[in-house]
């Protein structure tokens, strides 16, 4: 059973950073393609980054230059540092595959940007 439990967010000021975490079971994680995503109210999830079995990584727009996607094999996690946090990246973040599957989408972990 494929699982992603995602950990890390809350309320940080403009400017801010926080470091999010997405603990994954169920699948062979080293051979697994990885993203975040993110829903604000009343909008679409979207991408905001994913990192690939090798390492390479890719960037929405918004977020380029700002956030950073890692991985560790070892402990079956996918990392994303959030640094010079604005307000509209206030959202819901989640993990899934870099193809993500709609049955695999977690609980997400709130990330509020706000003075």
């Known amino acids: 059973q494929v699982q992603y439990v995602e950990s890390g967010g809350g309320l940080v000021q403009p400017g801010g950073s926080l470091r999010l975490s997405c603990a994954a079971s169920?699948?062979?994680?080293?051979?697994?393609?990885m993203g975040w995503y993110r829903q604000a109210p009343g909008k679409q999830r979207e991408m905001v980054a994913t990192?690939?079995?090798?390492?390479?990584?890719n960037y929405a727009d918004s977020v380029l230059g700002r956030f950073t996607i890692s991985r560790d094999n070892a402990k079956n996690t996918v990392y994303l540092q959030m640094n010079s946090l604005k307000p509209e990246d206030t959202a819901v973040y989640y993990c899934?595959?870099?193809?993500?599957?709609?049955?695999?989408w977690g609980q997400g972990t709130q990330v509020t940007v706000s003075s």
């Open positions: 990192v690939n079995i090798g390492g390479g990584t």
């Open positions: 169920g699948i062979i994680f080293r051979a697994s393609a």
């Open positions: 899934n595959g870099k193809v993500p599957i709609d049955n695999f």
